[in-house]
C-alpha cells in the first residue's frame, strides 16, 4: 500500500478503453479523461487546478463531488457529464471551456440541483434536464451557450425549475439567455416550473416549436403572461402564487387545469378582457379535467343604475346574486324562451348555468342619474367550464310567435360565434343580436333598438361606427346574447373548445365608442357592404347593413340574412320577400341595375336623415344613391345625408337603395312636390317644412275657418310658427310654395 504524492501540477490521466471507476483519493491536481466509455466517481473527489473530459468519454458523477471553488472544467468534442446530488453544480466554480457538442446532463430524482451559472459567465455546449427538481440559481442571470448550434433538453418525465423574473426565454435575463440563442427542446412529459416570485411567463421558443409540454407555477409573489400568446400543450398546476392573465393576454392550455383555489395571492386570476383556452374535448359536466377555483372578472362600460347587462357564466357554481351582490333583490332575470317571457330570479339565488344568459341590473349603489355612470367590474369564483356546454333553447318551427333564447358564452375566453352558429344551424338562426344598454331609460321602456345585430354578412350596432368597432364574430367571456330558435320545440345547443378563440376577448359588448379600436371588421370571405343610419336630431337611431357576399343569395338566407329585431322609436331595414330585415346578404356579382328596397318605421314626426355610417370592398369606389319614390328624388349619399320630414308610421314604400344617378328620373310633379310638405310638432313650435320648393307665405286657420296666424315672404324651406296657442284644438295649416302652388295640411296639436 502507497499514498501517491501529486505535485501542484501534476495530472491523473484516466484514458482506458471502456469503463473505468475513477478513485477519489489522493487529491488531483489535474484530472483528465480519456480514451473512452464511461468513467465513474467512487467517492466526493478534490481537483484543485483543471478537470478535463475528452470526447467521447462520459463521466457519472453519480452523487459526488468532482472539483472545488478554484476547478476549471474543459469538455471536448461529444464528452458527457452526468451530475445527480445536491447542491451548485457543476462542483467546478473556475473557468469552463466546453464544446458546443459536449454535453452536461443534471438527473435524480427529487434531488434539489442547481445549474452553476458562474462568474465569470460559464458558456455551456449541450444541457439534458433528466431530473424532477434540477433549477437555475438566480433570479437575473440566465444560462448562456457557446454556439447556436447548442441544445437545452427538458427530458420526458423532467422538472426545469427557474426564479428568472422575466421568464425562461427571451432575454439576457430569462432563464435560458439569448444572448447567444438557442432554442430549447422540450420532450412530450416535460415540464417547465417558475418557482420564483414576481414572475413574466414567456414563450419559450420563437420557431415553430412554441408550446410548452407541462406548465407549472409555484414560488411567491405574482405570475404575468408576456405579450405573445402562452401555449400549453399538456397540463398546467398551480401550487401556490397568483397566476395573472392580465387583459389582451392569453393562455391556452391543451389538456386540464389544477390549481388551488384563487385567493388574492394564489390561484389563477383572469383579468377583464384576458382569456384562458383549453383545447381537448371533454365534457363538461362529466368528465371536465380542471381542479380548483379561479376567479374571472369582467368591467362593463360606464352604467347608472337602472342599466341591464347580459351575462354568461365562464366557471361552474357561481350564483347570480355574487355576480352583483349590491343589484336590487328582484333585478336578477332570465328568460323563458317557450313563453317569451322573462323570469325574475329572486334575490339572485341560483347557481348560474353554462351557456344560460341573464339580464341583471346595475347595483344600487349606482346614480339614478343617466349622465352619472361608472363601470361595473363583475367577477365569477368556480371551476373553469371546459369542453362541450349543452343547453335547452327552444323554436317556433314554422309556427309563430317567434321564439327567442337568451343564451352565455360559457368559457373564460372569447368564441367564434360563427363556428356556434354553424355547429347548431338546425336548432338555431344564423344571427345574433347583442344589448348594449346604449339609449337611457324613458320611464319605465328600455329602448328596443338597443340591440347590435351579428352574422356572416357583418355587423349592425346602435350608435355611428366611422368605419371602427361594433360587433365581431368574437363573442367575448361573460357576454350573453338572443338567437332565434328555429327547430320545432325544445332542443339542445351544443358550445365546444373548438369555437373558442386565444385572442379577441375585448368585445364584451359595449356602448359608443368603448374600445372600438380593437374591433375592426373582417372583409373575408369575399364582402362587399354599406351600412346606413336613420337618425333625428337627438339620440334616436337604428342602423341597416346591406351586403353583397360570397355565399349569399338574393332570397332569404340562413346565416346571412338577420331579421329586423327589437327598435323603438326608428327602424330602418330592408325587404326580402315581405319580410324586413336588418342585416341582408345578397349574391354575387355585384351589378349596378340591382335596387334595394327600404322600409321605415318612426314613432316621431319630423325631420329625419338617412346616411351612409361606413363601406367596403367595391363600395369605395361605387356611389350609393337613396330613391326617395314619395318626391321622386335620387340622392347620392357618397355626398351627403338626405335630411326629410316624416309622419308617425310605417313607411315600406318611399325608400330604395339604388346605384344608378338621379338623371334617370323625371323632374319631380306637383303631387311629389306635396308630399315634400310636413307639418309637425317642435317642442312648443309648429315647424312647416318643405323638401323641394321653398315656401312663400303661411296661412293657418281653424275649423271654423277663422285665420289664426299669418307669415308672408318666408323664402326658406322651413318654418316655425310660434304666435298660435296650442290647446290640442285641430288646425289647417296652408303653405305657399314660391311657384305658387298651395298645398293644406291638417295639424292636430
Known sequence: TISPVLGPISTIEYGRAGAQPVQASPSYANLTLTGSGTKTLLGNTAISTKLTIASPVI??????????????????????????????????????TLASTSKIEFYGAGNAIEIR??????????????????????????????????????????TFKFKNTNGFTGSTSTAISNAILVNPI????????YAGADQTITPYNISTNNSYKKVA????????????????RDNLTVTSSLLKIEGNKSLTVTNGITTVDNTATEGILVEDDGSLVQVTAVDNELTNNNTGKIKVMRTTTPMYRYDFTYWGSPVKGHTVKDLSPMTLFDKFMSWNAATSAWVIIPVGAEAMV????????????????????VPYTGSFTGVPNNGNVTYATFGNGASTPERFNLLGNPYPSAIDIEKFLLANNTKLEGT???????????????????????????????????STGGATKYLAAGQGFYVKGISAGASTVTFTNAMREVSNNNNFFRP??????????????????????????EEAFNQTLVGYIENATNGIDWGYDGPQFGGTQLKLYSIVEDKNFTIQGKALPFTTEDEVPLGYQSTIAGPLNISIDHYDGLFEYQNVYLEDKLLNIVHNLKESEYAFTSEIGTFDERFVL????????????????????????????????????????????????????????????????????????????????????????????
Open 59 to 96: 463521466l457519472e458523477a453519480q452523487t459526488f463531488a468532482a472539483g472545488g471553488a478554484s476547478t476549471a472544467l474543459t469538455m471536448t468534442g461529444t464528452s458527457q457529464y452526468k451530475i445527480s446530488g445536491t447542491g451548485v453544480k457543476p462542483d467546478a466554480a473556475g473557468t469552463y
Open 512 to 537: 359608443a365608442g368603448e374600445n372600438s379600436a380593437f374591433n375592426q371588421v373582417e372583409t373575408t370571405p369575399e364582402k362587399h357592404r354599406v351600412w346606413l343610419n336613420l337618425r333625428n336630431n
Open 217 to 232: 407555477v409555484s414560488g411567491t409573489g405574482t405570475k404575468t403572461l408576456a405579450t405573445d400568446p402562452i401555449l400549453v
Open 117 to 158: 451559472l458562474g462568474s465569470p459567465t460559464i458558456n455551456y455546449g449541450r444541457i439534458d434536464i433528466n431530473g424532477t427538481n434540477i433549477s437555475n440559481n438566480s433570479a437575473t442571470q440566465g444560462i448562456q451557450f457557446v454556439a447556436a448550434s447548442a441544445i437545452f433538453t427538458v427530458k420526458n418525465g423532467a
Open 658 to 749: 339604388r346605384y344608378a344617378p338621379f338623371s334617370e328620373l323625371s323632374n319631380p310633379d306637383h303631387e311629389h312636390i306635396a308630399n315634400g310638405v310636413s307639418v309637425y310638432k317642435n317642442n312648443n313650435q309648429i315647424t312647416v317644412k318643405s323638401q323641394i320648393e321653398n315656401i312663400q307665405n303661411i296661412t293657418v286657420y281653424d275649423l271654423l275657418g277663422r285665420q289664426v296666424f299669418n307669415a308672408k315672404n318666408v323664402g326658406t324651406n322651413s318654418y316655425n310658427i310660434t304666435d298660435v296657442v296650442l290647446n290640442e284644438q285641430p288646425l289647417i295649416v296652408r303653405p305657399t310654395l314660391v311657384n305658387g302652388q298651395v298645398v293644406n295640411k291638417k295639424f292636430v296639436y
Open 354 to 373: 353554462p351557456g344560460k344568459g341573464y339580464a341583471v341590473r346595475a347595483p344600487q349603489s349606482f346614480s339614478t342619474n343617466p349622465a352619472v355612470k
Open 186 to 193: 422540450l420532450e412530450a412529459g416535460s415540464t417547465v416550473e
Open 432 to 466: 345574433i343580436y347583442l344589448w348594449t344598454h346604449n339609449t337611457a331609460l324613458d320611464g319605465y321602456s328600455y329602448n328596443n333598438s338597443d340591440y347590435a345585430v351579428y352574422n356572416f354578412s357583418g355587423p349592425t350596432t346602435t350608435y355611428p361606427l366611422g
